[in-house]
């Protein structure tokens, strides 16, 4: 490109009537500096924000989702526990975030892709406004919502389903949902679909953020049943044959084994 502009500022000095071109480096070089007297302007990087070579890591949760109604179904990151203007830049991938409106006071940053389109590990940058860097990265290659910085659950176990019931894998888990805890609770199922459960107290059906029926959703078909209430078919009966947690795996989803972290 620097030789291209050099030949183009030979072409018009010589249009121009000026015949004298440089016999060596020097003159080349001088030349060019009486066209380009602060130089060629460097190309703007990528992403602006260096990571600190230090490698600090982020000391705030993350909530990653994979759609925002802000968004138009793109993926979204809110942090939750921060002020909005805490945090002034924001990268996932490499890809800068723009900011959204803050939820509740938190800050939130959107994306152009939905949250599913990311290659796991996520890479996040963050600049607060105090102007420290950070860096941090989601824990498992399968994550596509909920915190992503790593140890926010404790706790982990795999199980295998019991078969197709209602066209989908489904699962009895073994545990009552006291051992769960309130939430949330993750499950990853062996597709590397996930969803996320915010209260275990509830039923969830299909959408992550309202847990309500939507046959339009990506996960169309999940089924959470806490197991503790009265044992019937309606969307506000959350009781089951045994009194432990059902699950169904979305419609289309094949996994045998699903994993949960709480």
């Given amino acids: 490109m620097f030789r291209l502009i050099l030949v183009l500022a030979l072409l018009w000095a010589v249009s121009a009537g000026a015949v004298t071109i440089p016999q060596s480096l020097n003159e080349c070089n001088a030349l060019c500096t009486q066209y380009f007297p602060g130089g060629v302007p460097a ?74 389109q990311y290659a796991r590990p996520l890479s996040f ?19 596509t919502t909920g915190p992503v910085v790593p140890g926010a659950y404790s706790h982990s176990a795999t199980y295998t389903s019991y078969g197709v019931r209602n066209r989908r894998q489904a699962w009895r888990l073994p545990q009552k949902v006291s051992v769960y805890g309130a939430g949330p609770v993750k499950f990853s199922f062996a597709s590397g679909k996930t969803f996320t459960v915010r209260n275990t107290q509830k039923n969830c059906r299909d959408r992550e953020d309202t847990c309500n029926r939507d046959s339009r959703s990506p996960l169309y078909g999940f089924v959470w049943k806490p197991g503790i209430g009265p044992n019937g078919e309606g969307d506000s009966d959350t009781g089951t044959s045994d009194g432990k947690p059902y699950l169904h795996a979305p419609h289309g989803d094949g996994s045998k084994t699903v994993t949960v972290q709480w």
């Fill in 43 to 116: 190309t703007p990087p990528t992403d602006p924000v260096t990571p600190p070579s230090g490698n600090k890591i982020f000391p705030h949760p993350i909530t990653f989702e994979r759609s925002t109604d802000q968004g138009n179904g793109s993926a979204g990151i809110l942090f939750r526990t921060l002020q909005a203007g805490s945090i002034t830049y924001v990268s996932v991938n490499g890809e800068v975030a723009r900011q959204g409106t803050p939820y509740k006071g938190a800050p939130v940053f959107l994306l152009t892709k939905s949250g599913d």
């Fill in 125 to 143: 940058v963050i600049k607060m406004a105090d102007g420290v860097t950070y860096t941090a990265k989601s824990g498992t290659a399968g994550e």
